[in-house]
């Protein structure tokens, strides 16, 4: 399995709702992202996780909550969003080198298209 | 991380070769060169990376320049397959832990006609 699997691929909700993105790979990677893309620009990171473990958070708002169960699993827990964070959402994974290996490629996700009413 | 810059756009004939291009002139020595495409509404894809030396596999070709502050991505026979938005990034591994960083700039979109 050389996929990473994102559900759902669309998301329609309200501005009060609670919903939560998923994110699953069966590669072993040990690192997973998420990434928010606008429509005509380019992935922005979100969060990184490395080895379950939340690594980078790149000053996202509260009302975005990521989360990793184990080391397949990556969610991303939305509430109280407003409209401007309509987005694609994409999540990624990747090998987790130790100390002076090598960065391989980040394997993506296809998405999901979130709309916030 | 450095920054990348790249043509905003580019036309290619299908079956010719795709020559795209991108500069990096703040490049660190530990940093490598890293090629990303994204066919539209899809997760980006990974093409190729290299850090010094010329490098291919079956998607395409990087060519570095020997000061390291260009490089040029090379699909050697476009397809309309091909069309989509190309992401040129510089990168090292973050903070010398076992994850890495990508920040994508603006991309180069190549639409490869008939």
């Known amino acids: 399995d050389t996929e990473v699997t994102q559900t759902p691929k669309h998301l329609v909700m309200g501005m009060t709702n609670k919903k939560s993105l998923k994110c699953e790979q069966h590669?072993?990677?040990?690192?997973m992202y998420w990434y928010k893309q606008k429509a005509k620009k380019p992935p922005e990171l979100m969060f990184v996780?490395?080895?379950?473990?939340?690594?980078i958070n790149e000053s996202v708002p509260s009302r975005f909550s990521p989360e990793c169960p184990n080391s397949s699993l990556l969610n991303l827990h939305l509430h109280a969003l407003q409209p401007e964070d309509s987005a694609l959402y994409l999540c990624?994974?990747?090998?987790?080198?130790?100390?002076?290996?090598?960065?391989?490629?980040?394997?993506f996700g296809s998405g999901t298209r979130l709309t916030v009413v | 991380d450095a920054k990348t810059t790249q043509p905003t756009s580019m036309d290619c004939a299908e079956g010719r070769a795709a020559n795209l291009p991108c500069n990096h002139s703040t490049i660190s020595g530990n940093e490598y060169v890293y090629w990303y495409r994204q066919i539209h509404s899809q997760g980006p894809q990974y093409i190729i990376h290299g850090l010094k030396n010329n490098e291919t596999n079956e998607m395409a070709s990087l060519i570095i320049t020997e000061d390291r502050k260009s490089s040029t991505l090379i699909l050697p026979h476009a397809t309309l397959r091909d069309t989509a938005v190309y992401y040129c990034i510089v990168s090292v591994m973050a903070g010398g832990t076992s994850y890495g960083k990508l920040t994508f700039g603006q991309g180069t979109i190549l639409t490869v006609h008939p």
């Open positions: 996780y490395s080895y379950e473990k939340l690594s």
């Open positions: 590669m072993g990677h040990r690192a």
């Open positions: 990624a994974s990747s090998q987790a080198g130790t100390g002076g290996s090598i960065f391989y490629g980040y394997t």
